[in-house]
């Protein structure tokens, strides 16, 4: 099973700041890693797949980056409606589909 | 718009199965590859259930495997998941999603997602 971990586990910014969130496998992915972003009581949303493509609807201030086993999203000019949870997960090589445990982005 | 959405008991007691379904709408499940469960326990994070391809072929989370069943019903445009012996451990809100179109292993579209605590 491929392991996930996110840093850090909270995230504090401004709204306009720029954020910075990791995501490191235990074995290569390729590019083979999703983000999603988790509101209170929502279900989660695919942001990024393939490590760097925007889902459909997503605005540009989202990006994602990185290969193999270190990726990285990252929000530029944070809104107010960014705050959230952010899980990152890997496809590369399943069953089973893993997830990190999640960074929650804070004011 | 694809929509999901889940039903089933709220509540399960130990060693029983927890049953449920997911409802889609406005999308035929036929012409999606695979379809899938998430579940989340409280203040936890995201664990992948299993998938199921519309030709009724599955893929189950190892740690689940020995419990579960997912099947499809393209008749009903539904498909359902049922895992036997709950415990307490299994407590979560179950989530549905559809399987992003030729992107397997991600999911795009997620119904609301149904508690389902597991008590006596």
């Known amino acids: 099973e491929i392991v996930m971990t996110q840093s850090p586990a909270t995230l504090s910014v401004s709204p306009g700041d720029r954020a910075t969130l990791s995501c490191r496998a235990s074995q290569s992915l390729s590019s083979n890693l999703a983000w999603y972003q988790q509101k209170p009581g929502q279900a989660p949303r695919l942001l990024i797949y393939?490590?760097?493509t925007r889902a459909t609807a997503i605005p540009a201030r989202f990006s994602g980056s990185g290969s193999g086993t270190e990726f990285t999203l990252t929000i530029n000019s944070v809104q107010s409606e960014d705050f959230a949870l952010y899980y990152c997960?890997?496809?590369?090589?399943?069953?089973?589909?893993?997830f990190g445990g999640g960074t929650k982005v804070e004011i | 718009q694809v929509q999901l959405q889940e039903s089933g008991p709220g509540l399960v007691k130990p060693s029983e199965t927890l049953s449920l379904t997911c409802a889609v709408s406005d999308y035929s499940i036929s012409s999606s590859y695979y379809w899938g469960w998430i579940r989340q326990s409280p203040g936890k994070g995201l664990e992948w259930i299993g998938s199921?391809?519309?030709?009724?072929?599955?893929y189950y989370n190892p740690s689940l495997k020995s419990r579960l069943t997912i099947s499809i019903d393209t008749s009903k445009n539904q498909f359902s998941l049922k895992l036997s012996y709950v415990t307490a451990a299994d407590t979560a809100v179950y989530y549905c999603?559809?399987?992003?179109?030729?992107?397997?292993?991600?999911?795009?579209?997620w119904g609301q997602g149904t508690l389902v605590t597991v008590s006596s």
């Open positions: 199921i391809y519309y030709s009724g072929r599955t």
């Open positions: 393939a490590a760097s």
């Open positions: 997960q890997q496809y590369d090589n399943w069953p089973p589909l893993t």
């Open positions: 999603a559809r399987g992003t179109p030729y992107i397997t292993g991600t999911f795009d579209y």
